[in-house]
DNA sequence: GCAAAAGTGTTACTACTACACCCATGG
DNA sequence: CCATGGGTGTAGTAGTAACACTTTTGC
């Protein structure tokens, strides 16, 4: 097993699929293209493409990031890795072995083509079925880590532009685990841990057009969160 | 970026790499194997080899698992795949994107060659230094994602034989985590959530030759640890 | 008896839940 | 005025931390 022999296997691609979310209109929504050939032609699938010679896996993520989403600057942008696929008939034509992340977007540009011909779209998340490949089980096993790092880390930032309120910031956690939260207790457990986001002096901004106007504030320096912020235990779970 | 070319890339080898540990005399061991050859001839590196073919990283993962420690059965073991590294350099000889696993076994049988030649053997985590390739990192987040998941999972009955003792269970937490839990308070938390163990009724036995004498119990059916058992915030965390 | 490990009890405190309530703005 | 969303206060409770204490074994 140690006989590094290179063509003693079939040769095997490295691509990177991604699951980009963002959330438009109190919806989680995620970036499709739209498959030109077979197989699965005319599907939608996760964005994605091949691992280069020179660059990793993170690298080609970030570069299809750019590519397909159109933005001048994806370098600030939230990248995860989530797991890799190896399933051998995954692909039909060849052994592809696909490294999955999961990109979150703050405000969400229509989307466009990018740099290739292929179609792209921001598809609510509810709306995204029967797509090409594995690529339901990738989008689902996406939204999951998604979901679970909510929890312990300070994430939701990622979802709101460089000025939010603490209420835009509610909703992404609202949207992305499907539950109403408390209002003031999710105020004072943000407020409650350093680090998670820091006020803007001054600032405030009306939010649905009515009521009073919300203080703003920044993604603070911590990425952790401690204690976490438990989800409603929906009925499922123990205890 | 859509043109499937098996020829228009450079060919990729993809690689598992494992992270086999156990706990020995109160200490967390991994699992070594000595490189036979160029390069790093001589320099202890984790246990691995190619994905086949015909098979997914998991099911090479575990193939690989058999082989190295000897086991006969290893169906039932604990595997979880952590992330998949793929910078370029990381073989000097060519392009080779591997897989990495981390498995958690119970006793520690004594390890041997396996069915290659390769020497292997069970070193404490803390003496497991400047090993090949970037296998030190590799170890370094195998060991982080094994403690994380202690928090919020009942992952610690892997470490644990078919009946073990809340001692022994403790143990693993304070091995992997390197502190000290306040018995009375670990065996009260275990206890209260359902589905983490269940009692052996009557069976009870001597763990350190004195003392009285532990009620034995066995894994639950339970995954998840709902609410966490969270470690001892060391100091760095915030709140 | 003494040391060691298992097991039980108790108190104080943290953190979260579920509300009621007030404030500021647009219509 | 009312509806809407932001912000504050507070009592009840679940869960944890930090102990003291008893029980059962080997030496």
Chains 1, 2 share one sequence.
Not at 14 to 31: E, K, P, Q, S, W
Not at 126 to 150: M, N, P, Q, S, T
Not at 156 to 173: D, I, K, M, N
Not at 201 to 227: F, N
Request: charged residues 25%.
């Amino acid at each position: 097993m140690d006989g590094y022999d290179k063509y003693a296997f079939e040769p095997f691609a490295v691509t990177v699929d991604l699951a980009v979310f963002t959330i438009r209109g109190g919806a989680l929504h995620v970036l499709l293209v739209e498959r030109g050939q077979e197989p699965y032609a005319g599907r939608w699938a996760l964005p994605g493409g091949f691992v280069r010679p020179d660059e990793s896996a993170e690298s080609a993520a970030r570069r299809e990031l750019g590519e397909e989403t159109g933005l001048t600057d994806v370098s600030g942008l939230h990248l995860e890795q989530l797991r890799t696929y190896s399933e051998p008939g995954r692909d039909p034509r060849m052994r592809v072995v696909s490294v999955a992340f999961a990109a979150l977007l703050p405000h969400a540009p229509e989307a466009h083509g990018g740099s290739d011909a292929a179609q792209a779209r921001w598809t609510p998340y509810d709306c995204a079925r029967e797509l090409a490949f594995d690529h339901d089980r990738i989008l689902a096993d996406a939204r999951d880590r998604v979901g679970a790092k909510l929890e312990y880390t300070c994430l939701a930032t990622a979802f709101c532009p460089s000025e939010f309120t603490l209420g835009e910031l509610r909703q992404v956690y609202e949207t992305v685990w499907g539950t109403a939260l408390d209002r003031p207790n999710f105020r004072r457990k943000v407020l409650a841990t350093p680090g998670f986001v820091e006020a803007v002096p001054g600032a405030a901004r009306l939010t649905g057009g009515r009521g009073k106007p919300a203080a703003l504030y920044r993604a603070g320096t911590a990425a952790i969160l401690h204690p976490p912020l438990l989800r409603p235990t929906p009925e499922g779970r123990p205890a």
